[in-house]
């Protein structure tokens, strides 16, 4: 089993920055292919990045290429989405996922794919 907790949300105006974590434990973070997610309110969760088991690999849905930025410190048993240029329509409660995997260079873009969520952290972006 593998517990994840994010932090780092909060109430930022457009244009601001913000990091947001997510730690693992339970199992250390090698063999474990990870992602992001967002929900905004009225409508379905939805991937922002993902990152595969050695980092090697991401995707960023379209609305957030050159803005956000997944990484993960595998040592930390951490991952990390930098968000730049924030928009208010990046408002929404962003959650960290994980999966085990075999691969290292795979990632996973649908949310039924992982099998580990953390409980959420809101994101508010004023205009």
């Known amino acids: 089993q593998v517990q994840l907790v994010e932090s780092g949300g909060g109430l930022v105006q457009a244009g601001a920055s913000l990091r947001l974590s997510c730690v693992a434990s339970g199992r250390t973070l090698g063999a474990i292919a990870t992602g992001w997610f967002r929900q905004a309110p009225g409508k379905e969760r939805e991937i922002v990045a993902a990152?595969?088991?050695?980092?090697?690999?991401?995707y960023y849905t379209g609305s957030v290429k050159g803005r956000f930025t997944i990484s993960r410190d595998n040592a930390k048993n951490t991952m990390y989405l930098q968000m730049n240029s924030l928009k208010p329509e990046d408002t929404a409660v962003y959650y960290c996922?994980?999966?085990?995997?075999?691969?290292?260079?795979?990632?996973?873009?649908?949310?039924?794919?992982?099998?580990?969520w953390g409980q959420g952290t809101q994101v508010t972006v004023s205009s």
């Open positions: 996922a994980a999966r085990d995997t075999a691969s290292s260079t795979t990632l996973f873009s649908l949310a039924p794919m992982y099998n580990y």
């Open positions: 990152t595969s088991w050695s980092g090697t690999n991401t």
